[in-house]
């Protein structure tokens, strides 16, 4: 019988598609098939090699997410069972995206994403709903994480709240990450999120009975008021 690839031990393949995805970060595209041909081409090889490889590719990489509807579009285009690989998400907000947008994504990540375990989460710009409790709330019921993290600009107790309704600890602009790349936040940037954190000591993200908190039209009141 003569030797081929698939005549090889299980245990010998897995480790041949191992070196052949190296654990690496993707900033999702709709390039990223063709920047990465010889990946895609070793998929497509049979309908076995498929099957094997690509746990090892999805549960190996980090894929960088925009938050809006290319974001879905990504996760629908992998397909439902290669969704389930996932273990690292970075997720971005560059600019307040409509609610039910990041609604019908936390619910794909909760339904459909089973096996995400790491996420980060980042507000890069103010205008990114760092003060809107609904992203908050709606970032607390994804369940299944070991680690997460937040950078950016997002309201004070954020990180406070996140850690008491998910159970984990919360690591804020990049402090339990590796020194490999540039992960934590610069000085200026930290400049200008305590800048953007003041008046937002008293925010908490829910009331007493559960329900979102709409500071926004709270404070105009107080405005008003005065």
């Known amino acids: 019988m003569p030797v081929t690839f698939l005549t090889l031990p299980v245990e010998l393949r897995l480790q041949v598609y191992g070196h052949a995805f190296v654990p690496t970060e993707h900033d999702y595209s709709r390039r990223w098939a063709s920047r990465n041909r010889a990946t895609v081409s070793l998929l497509r090889t049979c309908k076995q090699v498929h099957s094997e490889a690509a746990p090892?590719?999805?549960?190996?990489?980090?894929f960088h997410l925009h938050v809006g509807p290319r974001a879905l579009d990504f996760l629908h285009s992998i397909g439902p069972i290669n969704k389930t690989y996932i273990k690292s998400l970075h997720i971005f907000f560059s600019n307040?995206?409509?609610i039910a947008v990041w609604i019908k994504l936390?619910?794909?990540l909760n339904h459909e994403v089973k096996g995400l375990r790491q996420l980060r989460v980042v507000w890069e710009t103010v205008y990114g709903a760092?003060?809107?409790p609904r992203f908050v709330c709606s970032l607390a019921t994804i369940c299944g994480l070991e680690a997460l993290s937040i950078e950016g600009f997002y309201a004070k107790r954020w990180p406070e709240y996140l850690e008491k309704k998910m159970g984990l600890p919360v690591s804020v602009d990049g402090g339990q990450k590796d020194g490999s790349r540039k992960q934590r936040s610069s000085l200026l940037t930290l400049n200008f999120r305590d800048e953007f954190q003041k008046g937002t000591e008293d925010m908490y993200p829910e009331d007493a009975y559960g329900n979102p908190v709409d500071w926004r039209p709270q404070r105009v009141q107080k405005a008003k008021g005065r």
Do not use: I, R
Not at 56 to 62: A, D, E, K, P
């Open 56 to 62: 090892v590719l999805y549960s190996g990489m980090t």
């Open 96 to 98: 307040a995206p409509q």
């Open 106 to 108: 936390v619910h794909a």
């Open 130 to 132: 760092g003060k809107d």
